[in-house]
């Protein structure tokens, strides 16, 4: 599923044909005014005057995570290549001005929904004509243009493992309670009293709740 936008721009700088390619283009925005504040907001006010430029996200200094163009429809972010890649922008005044942890975090988040919607690989591909993701400096297209971007300080190895890394567990058994410990017993001497029952019925919240009682006991 794509990532959930924490806004929703609208840009009339579109294909209204889907991308017929496995490929995602990474951009950096570059205004040319180092630490720009206005960068972010800029480059949305760009994409929504027509005839200009559009890509599929635009990501702020502070991970802000702006859609632009759905992901069924092409964007205009690269001349040939808007047929066969999605686009996302990264906000970045100069070069020199590198990108924020807090980008990387919502890069990855963005190009995980590609990769679970699209099938697209956690790849650095090198060119928009194989599957994976690709620096716009990287496409024939962009070196036809002199593109520079996302630049050398974008850390291509940091960004594809990100793809790859789990996220970590979230602990589905809630933290046990006195509440949760008594209605544990209730229903551990329930199935013991009924002289059938096995206590591996008992629920994991439940049993969660009864190692709790045994470890408080012996003072753990
Ligand atoms: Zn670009």
Same mark, same amino acid.
């Given at each position: 599923m794509a990532a959930t936008p924490d806004l929703i721009v609208h840009s009339p700088n579109?294909?209204? +044909?889907?991308?017929?390619?496995? !490929?995602?283009?990474?951009?950096? !925005? +570059?205004?040319?005014?180092?630490?720009?504040? !206005?960068e972010f907001e800029g480059t949305l006010n760009y994409m929504k005057q027509a005839g200009t430029a559009s890509s599929h996200w635009v990501i702020g200094p502070e991970g802000?995570?702006?859609?632009?163009?759905?992901?069924? +429809?092409?964007?205009?972010?690269?001349?040939?290549?808007?047929?066969?890649?999605?686009g996302i922008e990264v906000c970045q005044g100069v070069e020199s001005d590198g990108f924020t942890d807090l980008q990387y975090d919502a890069l990855r988040d963005v190009c995980r929904g590609y990769m679970a919607d699209f099938g697209i690989p956690a790849i650095h591909c090198r060119t928009s004509f194989q599957p994976g993701f690709v620096g716009h400096q990287e496409t024939d297209q962009g070196k036809s243009f002199g593109k520079s971007d996302p630049g050398a300080l974008f850390d291509w190895n940091r960004f594809i493992d990100s793809l790859m890394t789990e996220e970590p567990e979230v602990p589905t058994v809630p933290q046990p309670t006195l509440q949760g410990a008594l209605v544990a017993m209730a229903n551990a001497g329930a199935i013991m009293a009924s002289g059938t029952g096995n206590l591996l019925n008992l629920s994991d919240e439940d049993k969660a709740a009864l190692r709790w009682v045994v470890e408080t006991a012996e003072g753990k």
């Open positions: 579109v294909n209204d +044909r889907p991308v017929n390619g496995v !490929t995602v283009i990474i951009h950096a !925005t +570059r205004s040319g005014k180092s630490m720009n504040p !206005t802000q995570k702006a859609r632009v163009v759905e992901d069924n +429809r092409q964007a205009w972010h690269a001349g040939a290549d808007n047929d066969n890649a999605w």
